[in-house]
């Protein structure tokens, strides 16, 4: 790790994943919002860069490392915040991200900086893991060994059976990073020759895609930077997983449509849309600070003409204008039990109900954005989740109450009754369109 920024910014990014893994694992908040503001606190881009990897890396296998530093201390270190500092150190231990003479001694260096008296304490709980770590990796209990908890194994064994270990395997490495190119300004290859000018392996992804050709989609060799890719500020490409590159074709709106992208933030599906068709596009959010990042989103791709409103799709009285929509897509709120590779918070801050209460909400939105929508229109029922609850056992409900929807078949490659599993090239997503007869 050391090679790949100067010392300082190194030194930096310790502090930084310090407290990003504390403000998840502490403080219970999510590392979006910490990451941002971080980014407000801290200048230096390869410092941020640095931390973000050490953070999500810690984060991934918190099971394993939270394992290891209470056999290593019997009791939680104080103050707290000492936590961030030593499982990031036995992350880079752990992972053999740094030679352990340099793990040990900037980690120190690290944490005596804003906690001088606890130097000998964490100098020797990074010096005995290492003289210990064979034997602490053996027999690791369940949470440990597969850095999941408990109730979530419980789950996917339950509706994964043959599955279970795959998903959860994949969940713990590291995404891959996925581009999709604005066709309004650039095409596939003439971006993937920007890639290649600029010395950057990339492979296609989506080449299975069954009606009009691939999706736009390239899936780099190594992830980098989003101010380092090729005509990023320009907006001729944008950063979105595979599988969600699926949700925007699959609703299949054409020009002059009247469509609603529910739920709309950050923008990734909503700038998607405008790439393929001109619409006369609302996007909404309830959250207004997150709507922001739609407009910042639209303006970096050059496109303009969708209404933006900061409002609950759940309560149309406060924002509808009474004219029904061609296309509804609503990518509804869940666990994200199907992006914790790329958002791997999300596994320590989730609890077992969670499933049910947000399954509630969906329903919610379901039943208040149906009338919303025209005789012979179609409605996209989106997730990032893998939990039946969420997803088929969603679907099942609503179609049993609404005889006018029908749920149209949705055939590709690897999806099972509308569900995507976790792979190697994508997470995990649900689908399910419903026509309006």
Request: aromatic share 6%; glycine share 8%.
């Amino acid at each position: 790790m050391s090679g790949r920024a100067p010392a300082v910014a190194i030194a930096s990014a310790r502090r930084i994943a310090a407290d990003l893994v504390n403000a998840v694992l502490i403080d219970g908040r999510g590392l979006t919002q910490a990451l941002t503001r971080s980014r407000a606190d801290h200048a230096d881009p390869r410092a941020l860069a640095a931390a973000q990897s050490l953070a999500y890396g810690t984060l991934r296998e918190a099971g394993r490392l939270r394992h290891f530093l209470a056999s290593l201390t019997g009791k939680p270190p104080e103050p707290a915040e000492l936590t961030g500092h030593l499982l990031v150190g036995l992350h880079e231990l752990d992972a053999g991200l740094s030679p352990d003479y340099a793990a040990v001694n900037e980690t120190v260096a690290a944490a005596a900086n804003r906690f001088p008296f606890a130097r000998g304490f964490v100098n020797a709980v990074l010096r005995n893991f290492q003289r210990r770590r064979a034997a602490l990796d053996q027999n690791l209990p369940e949470q440990a060994r597969w850095n999941f908890p408990g109730w979530w194994l419980a789950r996917l064994r339950a509706e994964y059976p043959d599955d279970w270990r795959s998903i959860v395997e994949i969940q713990n490495q590291p995404p891959p990073m996925t581009l999709r190119v604005n066709q309004r300004r650039s095409s596939l290859d003439d971006y993937r020759a920007e890639l290649r000018n600029a010395g950057l392996d990339h492979g296609i992804g989506g080449d299975w895609w069954p009606s009009t050709g691939p999706l736009p989609a390239l899936i780099l060799a190594r992830p980098l930077p989003v101010a380092d890719l090729p005509g990023f500020a320009d907006g001729r490409v944008s950063v979105q997983d595979l599988g969600a590159q699926a949700a925007v074709p699959l609703l299949e709106a054409g020009n002059g449509m009247r469509v609603l992208d529910a739920c709309a933030a950050p923008g990734g599906k909503t700038g998607h849309l405008l790439e393929l068709a001109d619409l006369d596009l609302t996007a909404l959010d309830r959250d207004e600070i997150r709507l922001r990042r739609v407009r910042d989103n639209l303006d970096r791709l050059g496109l303009a003409g969708a209404r933006l409103i900061a409002a609950d799709a759940g309560a149309p009285a406060t924002w509808w204008d009474g004219r029904p929509f061609d296309r509804i897509l609503l990518d509804a709120p869940c666990t994200a039990s199907g992006v914790v590779r790329r958002h791997p918070d999300g596994k320590w801050l989730k609890l077992a109900d969670d499933a049910q209460q947000l399954a509630g909400q969906q329903s919610r939105l379901l039943e208040a954005l149906w009338p919303l929508l025209k005789p012979g229109g179609r409605m996209l029922y989106a997730t990032c989740s893998l939990f039946r609850a969420e997803n088929a056992g969603q679907i099942q409900a609503f179609l049993s109450r609404h005889p006018d929807a029908r749920r149209e078949p949705i055939h590709l490659p690897g999806m099972r009754e509308g569900q995507w599993l976790p792979g190697p090239d994508m997470d995990g997503f649900f689908y399910a369109r419903l026509l309006k007869t």
